[in-house]
T-cell receptor, first 115, second 117 residues
Framework: GNSVTQMEGPVTLSEEAFLTINCTYT??????LFWYVQYPGEGLQLLLK?????DKGSNKGFEATYRKETTSFHLEKGSVQVSDSAVYFC??????????????FGKGTHLIIQP | GAGVSQSPRYKVAKRGQDVALRCDPI?????LFWYQQALGQGPEFLTY????????KSGLPSDRFFAERPEGSVSTLKIQRTQQEDSAVYLC???????????????FGPGTRLTVL
């Protein structure tokens, strides 16, 4: 079945630091890949997505590239802000048997940005 | 409102009680999903509707869990004879297109936090 593994947190950085949150996946076929973010007190929101190999998703200064050869979709941002403090979830969708219609999520990475 | 709404936001139940959780998806959205999120974990898929048809219920953990969407809009997740291990946040999500579109964005509600004592 499908699975997503992402680095465990919390990850604590200073403002303006470079961010990388690692995400690797296992899936059959050709999944689409997503990063969702959950700000304190809010629901999950789509941050960015990529639907095929070598696609780069980007939004709000965040980027992630779909790497089929390494089955990875690492999230990066060049200069983080305090307002980026949130929990980040890597996820995939695709058809591979049971649960194929829903997203498969990683456990989430809690990011804390200190001023 | 324009987003997905869920009610109640918080529910405390005694072990053995039945609970019903409601989801109002975005108007016009064909697909509706339920997820269960345990503390410190990512959401886990429970079930999927396309309009009123429940096309996938492979994630429901036991036959105590039941979901319906009778008119293809509002959905209810019912848990019978609740157990402590059912304590979690239950998330509802909707998307515009049907199951053929695997890159379709899902819009999530705020969730219902269920605590079973």
């Amino acid at each position: 079945g499908n699975s997503v593994t992402q680095m465990e947190g919390p990850v604590t950085l200073s403002e303006e630091a470079f961010l990388t949150i690692n995400c690797t996946y296992t899936a059959t076929g050709y999944p689409s890949l997503f990063w969702y973010v959950q700000y304190p007190g809010e629901g999950l929101q789509l941050l960015l997505k990529a639907t095929k190999a070598d696609d780069k998703g980007s939004n709000k200064g965040f980027e992630a590239t779909y790497r089929k050869e390494t089955t990875s979709f690492h999230l990066e941002k060049g200069s983080v802000q305090v307002s980026d403090s949130a929990v980040y979830f890597c996820a995939l969708s695709g058809y591979s048997g049971g649960g194929a219609d829903g997203l498969t999520f990683g456990k989430g990475t809690h990011l804390i940005i200190q001023p | 409102g324009a987003g997905v709404s869920q009610s109640p936001r918080y529910k405390v139940a005694k072990r053995g009680q039945d609970v019903a959780l409601r989801c109002d998806p975005i108007s016009g959205h064909v697909s509706l999903f339920w997820y269960q999120q345990a503390l410190g974990q990512g959401p886990e898929f429970l079930t999927y509707f396309q309009n009123e048809a429940q096309l996938d219920k492979s994630g429901l953990p036991s036959d105590r869990f039941f979901a319906e969407r009778p008119e293809g809009s509002v959905s209810t997740l019912k848990i019978q004879r609740t157990q402590q291990e059912d304590s979690a946040v239950y998330l509802c999500a909707s998307s515009f297109s049907g199951r053929a579109i695997i890159d379709n964005e899902q819009f999530f509600g705020p969730g219902t936090r269920l605590t079973v004592l």
